[in-house]
């Protein structure tokens, strides 16, 4: 398999175990990968009735930092104008609450550790 293939399987499955999480957690899914022309979403979920968009970092150790700290502003943007065009797209959310969520995959892809960081950044402060 090409590298960029494995590279690909191996988040795909980290974002499917991180959906999980969530769900186990109580988030209900929405979406997963939903992509635009601006962006993509990993994972879009609902935590009750606030709407949830989740990105999902994996690093295989934190030698280098964490997966949130690699979400730096200009990507938090790319991730604000993706979430506007899901918004208005799917307009049954668009009144409602809405959260930006990180989610820190570590370790083995098969079997990572989570943290998830809730609220990690709002739209207005971008």
């Not at 999480?21 to 609902?46: C, K, Q, S």
């Amino acid at each position: 398999m090409p590298p960029s293939a494995d590279k690909r399987a191996k988040g795909a499955a980290v974002e499917a175990a991180a959906r999980d999480y969530l769900i186990d957690a109580g988030l209900r899914e929405v979406a997963a990968n939903a992509t635009y022309r601006i962006g993509e979403l990993d994972l879009v979920m609902l935590d009750g009735a606030t709407l949830v968009f989740v990105e999902v970092r994996f690093r295989r150790n934190a030698r280098f930092g964490g997966g949130a700290g690699s979400v730096d502003v200009h990507k938090r943007r790319k991730l604000i104008r993706a979430a506007m065009v899901f918004l208005a797209r799917n307009r049954r959310y668009a009144g409602g609450a809405c959260r930006f969520d990180v989610i820190e995959a570590e370790g083995d892809p098969a079997a990572p550790t989570f943290h998830w960081l809730r609220d990690a950044f709002r739209a207005d402060d971008c």
